[in-house]
């Protein structure tokens, strides 16, 4: 059994921004598990551009983003081991490898980072009733097959869901010449972001339609048509409103969960509100020396975010690694009724700490106020906030006192 | 006349109200940065954008190399733009940067692989 200072679990964004920023930190003994052919992870396939515009001050395609970081990761000599898959962590940092080079491995880590992204959700995962035929895809698979295995999934193309992979995807087939017939959402705004409203769906007179989903898939081998309903206040289909699309292909694009089975594995606490990882301000689990950022924690609008979510993670993996432990975090991190997937969930109180949430429904010039007791701690006034873009907010440790939970509120 | 635009260069994805007169802009609220303006007298002017696709490489290690554009195109070129696009097959290796075809259609910008295939 072979012992490393910081083993990090996935070799995407998160994971390669740590590994770098470990390094940065003098931490040298790193290993990176992959577990697919190469590093990248999810942005190898994301080929289109507006990556990068608050990391680097300029707009690169998810391809280009990730090259940066693996060319880094190599002129620092990062170990990555790739085709290599992690099937069980311990909760005193074992870690269990397998692949086809090197078999089965063992490690003691001094660190370990949850660097595994989120996957995700299935046709399973949201229950639409139907026959079982070929032509139903996520978006992601949908995207992975085009951009990278050369193979189009289909001609006539309803997509479910309205997330930004979803109209990405409705555009990119567009391009590749299918007929995207429309984008049907079970809420009633868009859950991705405007601006793909804009130039995915708008540009190419691509229909969204909003308070609708899937009802019924029909097609014996292949997909001959799916029906459409319109869903009421609480999101169940209004009967009489069925409308039958003759299409072959359905893309769904119906949300991201963290994907953190490992993680539990290793005993760590879920927090309910993001279904990823509860930690404190360090990225800390609630199992000592275990470190989570990126998708694996609570799903971002943008991979900016990610990366520089992993950099401030590998400033406190490098202090718990020299260091042996992190201040204990006591104070519980609250959030109100219109904050949803708030992160962290608790805090020591005596370092800054980023708070990062998302609204849970669209709204018009509300205030965000974050307290400790009677005490204001910040109140931003926000014109527009919408439940597609994660909000962050920096707090100072020295406006931040050591006895009083954190509460998060929005109100309107 | 109003017009309302919601702003694509950058996530944050700004309502831009227009005050127009003809194709001139008389008034501009919304955005909350000068991109934002800059976006819409061209949106009212002459849509412009990028695109992102595939071109098929001989011998690589994966079958399709990314590409993008080194600049805007009007919108209403896109799909031209994609058929020259379509008719391209690059032997490997190739790497972010290369171009793939200078000066697409007379466009004045280049179609440039944004991702490394090496041979197989």
């Known amino acids: 059994m072979k012992h490393v200072d910081a083993i990090i679990v996935g070799g995407g964004p998160a994971g390669l921004a740590a590994a770098i920023e470990l390094r940065r930190k003098g931490i040298d003994d790193i290993l990176i598990l992959e577990r697919e052919k190469k590093p990248g992870g999810i942005l190898r396939q994301c080929i289109h551009d507006g990556f990068g515009l608050t990391r680097f001050g300029e707009t690169l395609s998810g391809p280009e983003y990730a090259a940066r970081f693996v060319r880094e990761a190599e002129s620092l000599e990062i170990p990555c081991l790739t085709d290599t898959t992690v099937l069980e962590i311990t909760p005193d940092r074992h870690v269990f490898a397998s692949s086809s080079e090197h078999g089965m491995m063992e490690f003691e880590a001094g660190a370990i980072i949850l660097a595994m992204g989120c996957r995700e959700r299935t046709r399973g995962a949201i229950s639409i009733p139907g026959t079982r035929p070929a032509g139903v895809y996520t978006a992601g698979v949908a995207q992975a097959y085009i951009n990278l295995k050369n193979k189009m999934v289909g001609r006539r193309v309803i997509i479910l869901g309205s997330g930004d992979i979803g109209m990405i995807m409705a555009r990119r087939m567009t391009l590749e010449g299918a007929e995207v017939l429309g984008v049907f959402e079970v809420q009633p705004y868009a859950s991705g972001l405007p601006r793909n409203v804009e130039q995915c769906l708008n540009d190419y007179n691509i229909p969204l339609s909003l308070s609708h989903t899937v009802t019924d898939i029909r097609g014996t081998d292949r997909l001959e048509s799916v029906v459409i309903s319109e869903v009421d206040d609480h999101m169940q289909p209004i009967p009489g409103t069925e409308k039958e699309y003759e299409c072959d292909t359905l893309v769904l694009s119906v949300g991201l969960i963290p994907e953190n089975e490992l993680t539990w594995m290793a005993g760590a606490e879920k927090d309910p509100g993001t279904s990823g990882p509860a930690v404190d301000e360090n990225y800390q689990t609630t199992v000592p020396g275990i470190f989570a950022a990126g998708n694996v924690l609570h799903v971002h609008d943008l991979v900016d975010f990610v990366s520089l979510e992993a950099e401030a993670l590998a400033d406190s993996a490098a202090r718990f690694i020299t260091q042996g432990s992190l201040p204990e975090s006591k104070l519980a991190v609250r959030g109100g009724e219109l904050v949803g997937g708030l992160t962290p969930s608790r805090i020591s109180g005596e370092s800054d700490v980023t708070v990062s949430f998302r609204v849970r429904r669209p709204l018009r010039d509300c205030t965000v106020e974050i307290r400790q007791g009677e005490t204001v701690l910040k109140r931003r006034k926000m014109a527009k906030a919408l439940p597609a873009e994660m909000i962050q907010i920096k707090l100072a440790a020295d406006k931040l006192n050591t006895t009083d939970d954190l509460e998060v509120t929005v109100s309107c | ?120």
């Open chain 2, 1 to 120: 006349m109003l017009r309302e635009f919601t702003c694509i260069m950058c996530p944050q994805g700004c309502d831009i109200s227009v005050e127009l007169e003809g194709k001139t802009i008389k008034g501009i609220s919304g955005n909350k940065c000068p991109k934002g303006e800059a976006y819409v007298t061209q949106e009212i002017e002459n849509p412009m954008r990028n695109i992102a696709t595939s071109v098929l490489v001989d011998g690589g290690d994966l079958p399709l190399a990314s590409v993008r554009l080194s600049g805007v195109i009007p919108k209403d070129r896109i799909f031209d733009v994609m058929a020259e696009i379509r008719k391209v097959e690059v032997p490997a290796p190739v790497h972010e940067g290369d171009v793939v075809i200078a000066d697409v259609l007379g466009l004045g910008v280049d179609v440039i692989v944004t991702k490394d295939v090496e041979a197989a």
